[in-house]
Each structure stands twice: as structure tokens, then as C-alpha cells.
């Protein structure tokens, strides 16, 4: 079992930044491809961004991408997504997810407990 926390979320304006931690306990020991979606209200949970193992590659989804920058650090069991530029639209909570693959949440084996993060004008 994995145990995922994120924190960093909060309210920020447009325009504005924050950063996403995501804080990995348990069977750790192999480094697991870890991802990061978010649901809005009303909505289904949507991908956001994904790291390989290593990190040495990344994947954004397009209304991200060139904004938000996923990043991870393995001697920490953490991962991480920086948020940049933030739109209203960013507003959601976000949950990291571990052990998978793809861009659809039925392809994640763990999830956390989800980092709201709230844009404002």
C-alpha cells in the first residue's frame, strides 16, 4: 500500500502561482510513475500532468501546458506541480495519484486525499 498527502493548496488570484506537494508513504521503496488530476464542481476528475519514474518525462494536458510544471524528488517520496498564470477555470481540487499510467483515473492505483485550489478575480 501507498499512502499519498498533498498539501500547498489555497486561494490565489489570477495570475497568480502556488505549488502542490505530494508527500508518498509505504511501499515506496520502487519508485512509482505518479500523476496529478483535478475535479471541479460539478465535473468529472480530468488529467492534469504526469512524471515517469526517474522524471526524466513528463505530460501535460493542453489547457496546462506551458503553465503548470510537474516535477518530483525520489530521496523525498514526493512530487510536486508548480502552478503558474492561473485562470479562474484553474479552480478545482486536486488530487495526485501513483502506480499507473495514462491519462484516465481508472488507470491509477492510489490516490490522495486532494489539495483545494481556489482562483480568484
Known amino acids: 500500500q501507498v499512502q499519498l498527502v ?70 523525498k517520496n514526493t512530487a510536486y506541480l508548480q502552478l503558474s498564470s492561473l485562470k479562474l477555470e484553474d479552480t478545482a481540487v486536486y488530487y495526485c495519484a501513483a502506480s499507473g499510467y495514462g491519462t484516465k483515473p481508472a488507470g491509477y492505483d492510489y490516490w490522495g486525499q486532494g489539495s483545494q485550489v481556489t482562483v480568484s478575480s
Request: contains cysteine; glycine residues 16%.
Open 6 to 75: 498533498e498539501s500547498g493548496g489555497g486561494l490565489v488570484q489570477v495570475g497568480g502561482s502556488l505549488r502542490l506537494s505530494c508527500a508518498a508513504s509505504g511501499r515506496t521503496g520502487a519508485s512509482y510513475p505518479m500523476a496529478w488530476f483535478r475535479q471541479a464542481p460539478g465535473k468529472e476528475r480530468e488529467f492534469v500532468a504526469r512524471i515517469t519514474r526517474s522524471g526524466g518525462s513528463t505530460d501535460y494536458a493542453d489547457s496546462v501546458k506551458g503553465r503548470f510544471t510537474i516535477s518530483r524528488d525520489n530521496a
